[in-house]
């Protein structure tokens, strides 16, 4: 039993790694006024160019290299339409996401022939698993040896950069000035703009920091927890990593945790595939999967109570002229 969990709890960190990634690259760009429903969207495009970039130069540097000026460029876009022309912050989300499925199929079928798909990547083009010091003397100590050589050790690089950007991100936001400014300048911009600081370079430089995150999370899906790309690859994630941050109530700590519940769930639910389940049998394959998402709704519904976003979230700012 005691080995079953520790099985599960570190499939939990490698499912919740990309949910957690895309949760802090959206509480960036939501703090600051500037809502973003186009994460998917960004770490499709990351996905992809970090696939094609590692598939060519055999380097999964450069495919990391290429994920996040793909998903910086992304966001940069999204901040063009929604900050510097005011436009409509979930339609140009949701244009980003089309656009991202669409082109990902089209070119990946173009340059590489292989049904939308990139090369297997083997060597050096992926971030191989890293094992902690005296990861393997401790296998066999009880209890401590399957934590620290099983749970902690182990993972890859970007496994780790993931949760390191949590102290990070609360670091950021809640003691330096630039964290400050992010936060005024999603409650009160106006006020922001008083004090003589630019709203929207403040918002770009949030936009840019969603770009980096969703970078490194697409990349983590196709160089590091996969051997390539495949079409559609982040299979809603992006918008599971937005219901954690909805959930975790905008906050990098709370978000961790969301996102390890909602990776546990899809890691149980792998777990449950072609299991008896006493009194009801063998449950659909169906059912197993679409088990997370049905957990996901029902959190959201039910057991967050108010989650109250910004109050100038998803409101474009027009500088008052005297």
């Not at 099985?7 to 760009?29: E, K, N, W």
């Not at 008896?276 to 088990?291: C, K, N, S, T, Y």
Request: charge should be positive.
């Amino acid at each position: 039993m005691f080995d079953t969990l520790i099985l599960i709890l570190d499939s939990t960190v490698r499912l919740a790694t990309p949910l957690l990634l895309a949760a802090l690259a959206g509480l960036y760009s939501e703090r600051s006024g500037v809502f973003d429903i186009g994460l998917e969207g960004k770490m499709l495009g990351a996905a992809f160019a970090a696939g094609a970039a590692a598939a060519v130069t055999g380097s999964a540097w450069a495919g990391l290299a290429a994920g996040i000026l793909v998903a910086i460029a992304l966001a940069l876009v999204h901040g063009f339409a929604c900050i510097t022309h005011r436009g409509n912050q979930i339609v140009s989300g949701v244009a980003i996401n089309f656009l991202a499925i669409g082109l990902t199929a089209l070119l990946g079928q173009d340059w590489f022939r292989q049904g939308g798909r990139t090369p297997p990547l083997s060597g050096d083009g992926r971030f191989t698993n890293i094992q902690l010091p005296f990861a393997e003397a401790l296998r066999d100590v009880p209890v401590i040896g399957g934590l620290y050589s099983e749970l902690l050790s182990g993972h890859n690089l970007l496994v780790y950069v993931a949760f390191l950007a949590v102290p990070v991100t609360w670091w950021v936001l809640f003691r330096t000035r630039f964290g400050l400014r992010l936060r005024a300048v999603g409650e009160n911009p106006a006020a922001v703009d008083t004090a003589g600081i630019s709203v929207t370079w403040l918002r770009y430089r949030a936009v840019i920091c969603t770009g980096i995150l969703c970078g490194v999370a697409g990349t983590y899906l196709s160089v590091a927890q996969s051997a390539g790309f495949i079409k559609d690859m982040t299979a809603g994630k992006g918008f599971i990593a937005l219901a954690a941050l909805i959930f975790a109530k905008w906050k990098p700590v709370p978000v961790m945790f969301a996102c390890l519940l909602f990776g546990f769930l899809d890691a149980a639910a792998i777990r449950l595939q072609g299991q008896e389940i006493p009194g009801i049998g063998e449950v659909p394959v169906q059912a197993i999967q679409a088990l997370p998402y049905i957990l996901t709704v029902v959190l959201l519904a039910g057991f967050i109570g108010r989650a109250v976003p910004p109050k100038a979230g998803g409101v474009a700012y027009v500088k008052e002229r005297t």
